[in-house]
C-alpha cells in the first residue's frame, strides 16, 4: 500500500496548484505513472480520495495513464522497453539494466473551476 | 480551467534521498539499504555481520518496523548505534524517515550504515532512501517462485542473498529456479547462498561487502 505514501504527496501538490491558479474546486487530475513504480490504479484512487477529503481536490477524479518504461542496458548502452518480468537486452542478451524513462510519477494537469459554486468550468 | 503541471510526485522524496546521500558521501559512510519479505533473516544477518566485519568498520543501523523495538534492542548488541523507526501502518522507510535517523547518529564515527527496511516484497522498491547498495534477501522457506513474482524488488539489487540456506534439502528448494528467473531480470547481482545459522556464504557477503566500502 505504498499508494497511500504517493496519494499524499499528490494532494500536497494538487492543493499548491490550486491555490496557486485560485482554483477553488478540482475536478480532474491526471497522473502518468511508470510501470515500474507498481501502482495499483483502484489503491491509488482510494487513497487520493480518502486524503483530498476536506481539501480542494475533494471529490475530484483521479486518472491514471501507465507508461511503459525504458531500460538501458549497461553492457552495451541498447535502450529497450522492458517487460515487468523480463529485462533482458535484446541486443547482448544481458540483464543488467538501468531504468531511464517511466520510472517516474507525474502530476500532468489540475482540472477545476475557479468559483466556489458549481463544478463546471 | 486546466493547469498543466508536469510536476514529479515523488520529488520530495527524491529531493530528500539526495540530501541524505550528500550527507553520508560527506561523512564518507556506506549506506545499504536492506529489503526483504518479513522473516527472512535480515536482523539475524546483521547480528552475524556486524561483529565480523572488523573494528576498522564502525556499522550503524537504522531499523524500520511497524511496532515495536525488537530488531533495535538485538541489534544494539552489536552496532555501534542504532535507531528504531516505527513506521506506525508505513509499508516502507521514507527518505524524510531516514533523514530524521541520520540526526539521531554521529555520522563521523562510523563506516557502514545498514538500512533495514520494513519487510515487504514491493512498497520499499518503489523509495529512494540515499543508500549506496541495495541488498535484497530471500529465504529459503519463502519459496522459490518470489523472483519471478516480485520482479521490481530483484531488478533493483546490487547483490542478492539467498539466506536460510541450510534449509534447502529439507524444504526441497529448486536453486534452478532461482538462477533461472535472475537471468531474466538481474544479471548484474550476484546472487550469495548463505546461513546465519551455519556461517556458509559469510565469507562471500564479508568479501561483497569490503568491495563495495572500496567503490
Not at chain 1, 113 to 119: A, K, Q, V
Amino acid at each position: 500500500m505504498h499508494e497511500m505514501a504517493i496519494a499524499m504527496q499528490l494532494v500536497d501538490q494538487v492543493v499548491a496548484v490550486a491555490e496557486a491558479h485560485r482554483v477553488r474546486s478540482v475536478e480532474e487530475v491526471v497522473v502518468e505513472a511508470g510501470a515500474m513504480r507498481q501502482i495499483v490504479p483502484d489503491a491509488l484512487e482510494l487513497a487520493f480520495s480518502v486524503v483530498a477529503e476536506g481539501t480542494v481536490a475533494q471529490g475530484a477524479q483521479l486518472r491514471l495513464i501507465e507508461v511503459k518504461s525504458v531500460a538501458r542496458c549497461r553492457k552495451c548502452e541498447c535502450e529497450f522497453a522492458p517487460e515487468l518480468d523480463n529485462y533482458v537486452c535484446p541486443e547482448c542478451g544481458q540483464a543488467d539494466t538501468r531504468i531511464v524513462a517511466g520510472n517516474d510519477i507525474i502530476l500532468k494537469t489540475v482540472t477545476g473551476s475557479e468559483d466556489d459554486g458549481g463544478r463546471s468550468s | 480551467m486546466k493547469i498543466q503541471v508536469v510536476e514529479n510526485v515523488l520529488k520530495a522524496n527524491d529531493a530528500i534521498a539526495s540530501a541524505n546521500r550528500q550527507r553520508l558521501d560527506a561523512a564518507n559512510v556506506l549506506a545499504i539499504n536492506l529489503m526483504s519479505a518479513p522473516g527472512s533473516g535480515k536482523t539475524t544477518l546483521l547480528e552475524k555481520t556486524i561483529p565480523a566485519v572488523g573494528n576498522d568498520s564502525r556499522c550503524a543501523v537504522l531499523v524500520g518496523d511497524l511496532q515495536t523495538t525488537r530488531d533495535a534492542e538485538r541489534l544494539g548488541q552489536v552496532a555501534v548505534d542504532t535507531v528504531q523507526i516505527n513506521t506506525g501502518t508505513g509499508c516502507h522507510l521514507s527518505a524524510a524517515q531516514v533523514a530524521e535517523g541520520l540526526n539521531a547518529l554521529d555520522l563521523n564515527r562510523l563506516a557502514i550504515l545498514f538500512i533495514e527496511n520494513v519487510g515487504n516484497m514491493v512498497c520499499p522498491a518503489a523509495f529512494e532512501l540515499g543508500e549506496h547498495v541495495k541488498v535484497v534477501l530471500l529465504s529459503i522457506a519463502e519459496g522459490d517462485d518470489k523472483v519471478a513474482k516480485y520482479p521490481t524488488l530483484f531488478q533493483q539489487a546490487d547483490v542478492v542473498l539467498l539466506t536460510k540456506i541450510d534449509l534447502s534439502e529439507i524444504l526441497e528448494f529448486n536453486h534452478d529456479r532461482v538462477r533461472d528467473d535472475l537471468s531474466r531480470l538481474n544479471t548484474r547481482a550476484p546472487l550469495i547462498e548463505i546461513s546465519s545459522k551455519t556461517g556458509q556464504g559469510m565469507d562471500r557477503w564479508l568479501d561483497w561487502l569490503r568491495e563495495q566500502q572500496h567503490q
